[in-house]
């Protein structure tokens, strides 16, 4: 039988919901756009230590694409912007990235949750190409910002030259991309991630409204349209729809989370980062 955990759900334009489910019920919930996140009591906190401290992980490095932010290792969206000659020695290094770390990676208590409770398999590409599985993040303050990841969403086919992209065959199946990241520590203004019900239909659009927010410090298409703000406690596992705009509040003190992304492809759940 599959463990269940305490369950806050919330949907865009209703009040937030308590209840008991898996993982898998409230992956299959998101999937299905019938919440915008659930978040779940997976961890103790004082076993989050455990969880953090892997050496699994390589260092936390600053993220190519936003000054707020750490990552450990390579993630997706810095390589899915790169373009012309940058963009296939991008690629190799991001995969060969997989193929040394993923080994490690696997051992990590966030990705056998994952492999236990989803059956979640990497991402593939031909026979022997993997993506990362999982990632630790450090969100640092930033005097004058505004938050410490800017509104975005996160699609996997999203590749900025999409004729070079390599991960687009079958993945545009209608089936919305998740977030699933453990709250270790947070910061002390209790910085949340921010959800809107409006999604970036391409990745044309999805610049459009990101160079609108780094020139002025907002997004139109974003004012008055419903959104959900999700606090998750250290310990809390927070379940989202990536495919709709989302944005870390800016941090006062530094905050950490773990996580990774899935997808629905060819009947499972499929991770990467
Ligand atoms: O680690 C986090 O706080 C969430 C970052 C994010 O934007 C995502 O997972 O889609």
Same mark, same amino acid.
């Given at each position: 039988?599959?463990?269940?955990?305490?369950?806050?759900?919330?949907?865009?334009?209703? &009040?937030?919901?308590?209840?008991?489910?898996?993982?898998?019920?409230?992956?299959?919930?998101?999937?299905?756009?019938?919440?915008?996140?659930?978040?779940?009591?997976?961890?103790?906190?004082?076993?989050?230590?455990? @969880?953090?401290?892997?050496?699994? *992980?390589?260092?936390?490095?600053?993220?190519?694409? *936003? &000054?707020?932010?750490? /990552?450990?290792?390579?993630?997706?969206?810095?390589?899915?912007?790169?373009?012309?000659? +940058?963009? %296939? &020695? #991008?690629?190799?290094?991001? =995969?060969?990235?997989?193929?040394?770390?993923?080994?490690?990676?696997?051992?990590?208590? *966030?990705?056998?949750?994952?492999?236990?409770?989803?059956?979640?398999?990497?991402?593939?590409?031909? +026979? @022997?190409?993997?993506?990362?599985?999982?990632? /630790?993040?450090?969100?640092?303050?930033?005097?004058?910002?505004?938050?410490? %990841?800017?509104?975005?969403?996160?699609?996997?086919?999203?590749? !900025?030259?999409?004729? !070079?992209?390599?991960?687009?065959?079958?993945?545009?199946?209608? *089936?919305?991309?998740?977030?699933? =990241?453990?709250?270790?520590?947070?910061?002390?203004? #209790?910085?949340?991630?921010?959800? @809107?019900?409006?999604?970036?239909?391409?990745?044309?659009?999805?610049?459009?409204?990101?160079?609108?927010?780094?020139?002025?410090?907002?997004?139109?298409?974003?004012?008055?349209? &419903? /959104? %959900?703000?999700? /606090?998750?406690?250290? #310990?809390?596992?927070?379940?989202?729809?990536?495919?709709?705009?989302?944005?870390?509040?800016?941090?006062?003190?530094?905050?950490?989370?773990?996580?990774?992304?899935?997808?629905?492809?060819?009947?499972? @759940? !499929?991770?990467?980062?």
């Amino acid at each position: 039988m599959s463990t269940t955990y305490q369950a806050e759900i919330h949907a865009f334009g209703q &009040p937030q919901r308590q209840g008991r489910m898996s993982l898998a019920d409230a992956a299959l919930m998101i999937r299905d756009r019938q919440a915008a996140a659930v978040l779940l009591d997976v961890a103790e906190p004082a076993e989050l230590d455990g @969880w953090w401290n892997d050496a699994s *992980f390589p260092e936390v490095t600053q993220h190519q694409s *936003f &000054p707020g932010a750490g /990552k450990s290792g390579l993630a997706i969206g810095p390589t899915q912007r790169l373009v012309k000659e +940058q963009l %296939v &020695p #991008g690629l190799i290094d991001y =995969f060969s990235y997989a193929a040394r770390c993923n080994a490690a990676l696997r051992r990590t208590r *966030f990705v056998q949750l994952c492999e236990r409770e989803l059956g979640a398999g990497p991402v593939r590409v031909g +026979q @022997w190409g993997e993506l990362p599985l999982v990632s /630790k993040r450090e969100y640092q303050p930033i005097a004058g910002g505004l938050y410490s %990841v800017p509104p975005h969403c996160d699609a996997i086919h999203f590749g !900025r030259e999409p004729e !070079r992209w390599p991960i687009q065959e079958g993945y545009d199946e209608g *089936f919305d991309q998740i977030s699933l =990241f453990l709250s270790v520590r947070d910061a002390e203004n #209790g910085a949340g991630l921010v959800i @809107w019900d409006y999604r970036a239909p391409t990745r044309p659009a999805l610049d459009d409204l990101m160079s609108e927010f780094s020139r002025t410090r907002r997004i139109g298409a974003l004012e008055g349209v &419903p /959104k %959900v703000v999700i /606090k998750g406690r250290p #310990g809390q596992l927070n379940v989202l729809n990536t495919r709709a705009m989302h944005a870390v509040e800016q941090c006062t003190t530094v905050r950490q989370t773990l996580g990774s992304f899935i997808v629905w492809h060819d009947g499972q @759940w !499929r991770m990467f980062h």
